[in-house]
């Protein structure tokens, strides 16, 4: 059975800033907030297709970071369907200076399974000119919260933001692994007309940058995006996240 995520968006409520790259409404094409009714019929035209096992999906914004009463009303809405069977679970994206252990047990007690962190970079720096308003410090200890809360850790990274390099993302690869995380997914910069990106980095006048790069640099045995022995092993790219094998 195929794997599916039934992806509903929440474009850009809850985040306290504005990031230098960021048009959640242009990314997604949605330009209101869903409602408990939108996440019921986007859950019910899904399950009319058989053959894959769903998971329903809370992108874009900062889901813990929203209004609390909101947030609990679109839960509620995706609650039932996790109860039924129908879906596998509940993933919820967020920033991660938004989640603590308090929320956390919240999210579980509707079913929530899965926490992705938008880490971006492990550099202050980089995350300082993204204007990101979080450390990585912050990344870490939010880790340790989904961690200990028992529930499936995602991470989120980004490539080519300003200041990074490959270095930089490198040492980012190797921070994330070390959180020990579930998926992870990698996204490359893309620079949005109106965003402030756009204004700073005229077109044409970026660095082009690829994923295989990385790959093509000598690394010593044990560099930084060889995974720990017998642990994790990246082997499948879909839609810009990778999930480490035998993880579930």
């Not at 809405?77 to 679970?89: M, N, R, S």
Request: charged fraction near 25%.
């Amino acid at each position: 059975m195929r794997k599916g995520n039934i992806s509903i968006f929440v474009p850009h409520i809850g985040c306290p800033c504005r990031c230098s790259f960021c048009d959640q409404r242009t990314i997604s094409g949605q330009t209101a907030p869903p409602t408990p009714a939108d996440v019921r019929a986007a859950c019910e035209k899904a399950f009319e297709k058989d053959g894959f096992s769903y998971e329903i999906a809370f992108f874009g914004g900062s889901f813990t970071a929203i209004d609390p009463a909101y947030m609990q009303s679109l839960l509620a809405a995706a609650a039932p369907y996790v109860q039924a069977g129908k879906a596998t679970g509940i993933r919820v994206s967020t920033r991660p200076d938004c989640v603590d252990d308090a929320v956390l047990a919240l999210l579980k007690s509707y079913g929530v399974t899965a926490v992705e962190l938008g880490c971006q970079s492990m550099d202050d720096r980089v995350l300082a000119r993204c204007r990101r308003g979080h450390t990585a410090a912050d990344s870490i200890a939010a880790a340790q919260c989904v961690h200990r809360a028992g529930l499936e850790l995602g991470v989120q990274m980004m490539t080519g933001l300003p200041g990074d390099t490959d270095d930089t993302a490198l040492e980012t690869a190797g921070q994330l692994i070390a959180l020990r995380p579930a998926t992870v997914r990698i996204y490359p910069t893309v620079v949005l007309a109106g965003t402030d990106r756009r204004s700073i980095r005229p077109a044409g006048s970026r660095r082009r940058w690829h994923w295989r790069s990385w790959f093509r640099k000598e690394r010593p045995a044990g560099g930084l995006l060889r995974p720990p022995a017998g642990r994790y092993g990246w082997n499948r790219c879909l839609r810009g996240s990778r999930r480490p094998r035998g993880r579930p």
